[in-house]
């Protein structure tokens, strides 16, 4: 039974979060898409922009929780692609394609950022267990409902995770044949997507969407049309040929194109008469069964055979509520995002998290210090705020500067926090980061960084570079985020 109330419930910043490569909607290939590539095919595919604008509009509805997993490091968003795709590109619309920036910048201007930043996410403790409610949502009414093609995908994907058909079949509470008729369209769906068909009938074919697979299972799984392609299937559904495999293409890819046109559906093929009238008018497209052969749907489409028999996996055992949580050795959490355009930015922040601040207090100090002039730099450059304070200190006769001069981060965040509206930052969050920043006399201040850096007889103590991050650290996570660095043309003068 399902249960996500015991799901951990987080708000994580939306640059952050991953758009899910095994998406249903997005057509299979050889290799994994891009980060760069799902947004394209979603924008083309999906009604971003029109979801996008909605949002704008309307809002981003409270109940419009993600789904997310955490896999390899990152959460990979399983339920939600959609929605995510349309905050991604508010916040940063240069990552939409090139020929529809210009909208979603437009869009951009009117959205409410400092609401859809960070967004509510509902964190499974794996795919398996978001499974069943993903399924539920896109095969029943209310969330945009999966085509045959993304329905025969989902199923796959659970039986190539390492399900067998049975196992499935009770996961989701449907017959094991249904199961089954579902890996028998995705693989005769993966074969038509092989086949060396004209661009107009490929890109109809080749996507997912709008591919109509009922008609062409109804076509293929007729005892007629089985015979005259020279194809069987086995006891899971997988296709067998016992004749050359082109011969067998040349048949199913006429089949494949009448249905990709329209040419045929269940009101051309009503009964074994319209069968053998269609068949009957083949002509060269006819496959010759006299060329015996054998082939199966991995030599044409170039993937593995599914294993739809495979034993149970191994469950693992829950975690057991008696062990408390090992206290957090870096001084930065796992949790704080490392999604800067910048990658030397990014990089500091993943050394942060894994460099213990008890044993190497000297190390963290000094690395802290270089990510708070780099950030800090980044953001008032982006912003254009770096520029005006040069200009304004050039301007004084009093403190004339020289040509190469550029101020402080010290003074960067002085000018930032004193600046309003710039930090969008929860009022007690940023009375912490005033206090720190703007009271010299505090023991916490800014200024202790330099000290560790130039004093000999200033040590740091993990005590105190944590109670430093634990008040610099909401405006840090504001800086760090990709919609205030966009490749500002404000940079450093």
């Keep these: 039974m399902i249960d996500p109330s015991t799901w951990k419930q987080r708000k994580i910043p939306v640059p952050s979060l991953q758009l899910d490569p095994n998406n249903p909607r997005i057509p299979e290939r050889q290799a994994p898409p891009t980060q760069p590539e799902l947004i394209a095919e979603l924008v083309a595919n999906d009604g971003i922009y029109e979801l ?14 993600l789904i997310a997993v955490w896999e390899n490091g990152k959460h990979i968003v399983v339920e939600g692609n959609r929605r995510l795709t349309a905050l991604k590109l508010l916040i940063s619309p240069t990552l939409a394609p090139s ?79 249904e199961v089954a008729a579902f890996v028998q369209s995705h693989e005769m769906y993966a074969v038509a997507c092989c086949l060396d068909l004209p661009p107009e009938v490929a890109s109809k074919v080749r996507n997912p969407r709008e591919f109509p697979l009922t008609n062409l299972d109804r076509v293929y799984r007729n005892a007629k049309t089985a015979e005259f392609l020279g194809i069987s299937f086995d006891a899971n559904k997988q296709l067998l040929g016992s004749i050359e495999a082109d011969e067998f293409k040349k048949g199913y890819a006429k089949i494949v194109t009448d249905v990709a046109l329209g040419n045929v559906d269940s009101r051309t093929l009503n009964d074994d008469k319209d069968f053998d009238t269609y068949l009957g008018k083949f002509g060269g497209s006819k496959p010759d069964l006299s060329k015996k052969g054998k082939f199966d749907a991995a030599s044409i489409t170039k993937v593995a055979r599914l294993r739809p ?104 965040l002085n000018r930032l926090i004193k600046d309003k509206g710039i930090l969008q930052m929860q009022p007690l969050a940023l009375k912490a980061v005033q206090g720190l920043v703007l009271d010299q006399s505090s023991p916490l201040s800014a200024l202790i960084l330099d000290s560790y850096m130039h004093n000999r007889y200033s040590n740091p103590t993990e005590a105190d570079l944590r109670n430093f991050w634990i008040k610099l650290e909401e405006a840090f996570k504001e800086m760090v985020t990709p919609q205030h660095q966009a490749g500002s043309k404000n940079g450093r003068v």
């Design 52 to 65: 996008a604008k909605d949002i704008t509009e309307v809002g981003y509805l409270p109940d419009s929780s």
């Design 99 to 177: 020929l529809v920036q210009s909208k979603f910048k437009k869009l951009s201007q009117k959205a409410v950022l400092p609401f859809i930043k960070s967004v509510k996410v509902e964190v499974a403790p794996s795919r398996d267990a978001a499974a069943l409610l993903i399924q539920r949502k896109h095969t029943q009414l209310g969330i945009e409902r999966w085509s045959r093609a993304m329905q025969a995908r989902f199923f796959v994907d659970r039986i190539n995770s390492g399900s067998s058909i049975a196992e499935v079949a009770k996961e989701f509470s449907i017959p094991p044949s």
């Design 309 to 412: 028999l495979a034993a149970p996996k191994k469950t693992p055992s829950p975690p057991t509520t008696s062990k408390s949580t090992p206290p957090q050795k870096a001084l930065i959490g796992k949790g704080f995002p490392a999604c800067s355009v910048d990658q030397r930015i990014n990089d500091i922040i993943k050394e942060l998290k894994s460099l213990p601040a008890k044993e190497y207090p000297n190390a963290t100090a000094t690395l802290l210090r270089t990510f708070i002039d780099l950030l800090v730099s980044r953001f008032a450059d982006d912003l254009g705020v770096s520029a005006k304070v040069i200009a304004e200190h050039r301007a004084n006769p009093k403190s004339p500067k020289s040509h190469d001069w550029y101020p402080s981060a010290r003074l960067l």
